[in-house]
């Protein structure tokens, strides 16, 4: 054999190696464009969506308007685009790959396929049910897509709760720069050694301190900060948690801070719903001298909070100092009826506190029952409340927001919803002594991984319009397997 021949033997080889074991149920790109939908049709301010530069690949749809390609006629303008494709055929119900025909409908009424694409369909099963892959290839046109779904966008101003599975409006994050009292929306968390504490560059007595904040750049500005002393140990961690955090579709989402010192600060995320916190970003191992600006990027489907922890140095002179902490427009938290559960043991037990007129407050146990920490719980994405003789009582700055709560029936949604006081009128009796605390049990673990795709940029400015985010495609190749 000569070497060419060799050469082409060894690819076709490697070829039939790799789609013979490649399994698009597992190796499959995502696209998330709720805009897909057939329910989404292209108006005057919308940009439309094109396949022409998709790869050919095999792909999973994963927006919350459906994972499905429609199997009946999809009419031109809907699905964002001009041209759209639905699918003739059937989705198989056996485990085989199946060849297709996918339709461009030009509006032709006598032919609702002028343009057929040949695609290919599989019908995978996970834990939680059955998806269907597609394999795509791009359009020949444009503006023509790939339908997906057919469910109603959420409203304008609300997000889609995938947790929940539904809409929720939501409300920008309380930026907060320590100005005021307190930590604004952020809390301290319990379980670790050190609390942070704030100061002004005024008060600063030793040479560790910034003498400005980074608010006001004055003397007397405040910001947040750990420091060594004889009591604070090396390696000793404070923790600020923020409020729960839903992402919304259409922009991105980051926490945005400032940051100086010679300890370690590190931020994490964690799904609200029982998932283990996870490292995002941390400060690199140099002392930083000057208020520092960062973005973290934060990429979550389930609603999620944001951690940031502080850790001194061994030098024995470490401090970390912390100042305007916000989080951009594509992050936003529940509105109004939101409630959380603060300074428990641990996740998912704590004082309930409800969200009302842009401050959190604490419900009065008069006439508390089992349904209602049911429905607590059920609102905070666990299956039912536990008996707990536990009480987390809150600081007396916090309002008492609610009293007599009584809820029918553990199928109301929110606590809010229940009949109860007026917001802000309680009995008397009522202080924090009795605030209402809670243990619920049943945790959910998200079934979303964010493993393993790769991202590649949209190479159309038809795809991703500037300032304003449709989604977004992950094309992942399949892998290559080694050649025996
Ligand atoms: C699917 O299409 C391919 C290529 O067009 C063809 O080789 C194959 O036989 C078809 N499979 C079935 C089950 O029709
Ligand atoms: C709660 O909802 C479930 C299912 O929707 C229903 O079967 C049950 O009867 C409801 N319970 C009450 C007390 O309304
Ligand atoms: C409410 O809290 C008070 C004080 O802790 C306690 O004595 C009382 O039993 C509680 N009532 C209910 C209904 O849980």
């Not at 191992?285 to 922890?309: D, G, K, R």
Request: hydrophobic content about 30%.
């Amino acid at each position: 054999m000569d070497q060419l021949r060799v050469v082409r033997m060894i690819v076709l080889l490697f070829l039939s190696t790799v789609s013979s074991t490649t399994d698009p149920c597992q190796h499959h790109g995502v696209i998330n464009q709720a805009r897909r939908s057939s329910a989404a049709t292209v108006d005057d301010s919308d940009l439309v969506i094109c396949d022409i530069y998709l790869d050919k690949g095999w792909y999973r749809f994963t927006s919350y308007t459906g994972g499905e390609i429609p199997t009946s006629c999809v009419q031109p303008y809907q699905c964002s685009t001009e041209v759209p494709l639905w699918m003739d055929g059937t989705l198989p119900e056996g485990d085989d790959i199946v060849n297709r025909t996918a339709c461009g409908n030009l509006g032709d009424p006598s032919d609702c396929c002028t343009i057929p694409i040949d695609i290919r369909v599989k019908r995978c099963t996970e834990p939680s049910g059955v998806f269907y892959v597609y394999e795509l290839q791009p359009t020949y046109s444009c503006p023509m897509a790939y339908c997906a779904g057919s469910l109603p966008l959420c409203p304008d101003g609300e997000v889609y709760d995938d947790f929940h599975k539904h809409c929720i409006e939501t409300r920008p994050v309380v930026p907060c720069d320590f100005e005021g009292h307190g930590f604004c929306e952020w809390l301290q968390e319990r379980d670790d050694e050190l609390d942070w504490t704030k100061t002004t560059g005024h008060h600063s007595s030793g040479s560790v301190l910034p003498g400005l904040d980074h608010t006001l750049g004055t003397a007397t500005g405040s910001y947040a900060f750990i420091r060594s002393s004889a009591s604070n140990q090396p390696g000793y961690r404070a923790r600020l948690i923020s409020p729960v955090i839903v992402t919304s579709k259409t922009d991105t989402c980051n926490v945005n801070f400032y940051y100086q010192g010679s300890g370690t600060l590190r931020v994490y995320k964690k799904g609200y719903h029982g998932s283990r916190k996870s490292l995002v970003w941390r400060s690199p191992p140099i002392m930083v001298t000057a208020w520092t600006a960062t973005v973290v990027s934060l990429v979550h489907t389930n609603p999620f909070q944001v951690i940031i922890e502080g850790t001194l140095g061994s030098d024995g002179q470490s401090a970390v100092f912390l100042d305007d902490v916000s989080f951009s427009t594509g992050c936003s938290s529940e509105v109004d009826g939101a409630v959380r559960l603060v300074d428990g043991a641990r996740f998912g037990e704590g004082r309930v506190e409800v969200y009302y007129d842009h401050e959190w407050g604490t419900i009065c146990n008069r006439s508390w029952t089992q349904t209602n920490g049911d429905v607590i719980c059920s609102q905070l994405g666990y299956t039912s409340a536990v008996p707990t003789s536990r009480q987390y009582p809150a600081p007396s700055a916090t309002p008492i927001h609610l009293d007599e709560v009584s809820c029918s029936s553990a199928n109301v949604t929110k606590i809010s919803a229940c009949s109860h006081s007026r917001w802000g009128h309680y009995h008397p009796h009522c202080d924090h002594q009795r605030d209402v605390s809670v243990a619920c049990t049943g945790e959910h673990t998200s079934l979303t991984s964010l493993c393993c795709h790769l991202t590649l940029p949209l190479p159309s400015p038809i795809l991703m319009p500037q300032g304003r985010d449709y989604g977004s495609v992950q094309y992942q190749p399949p892998p290559l397997s080694p050649v025996i």
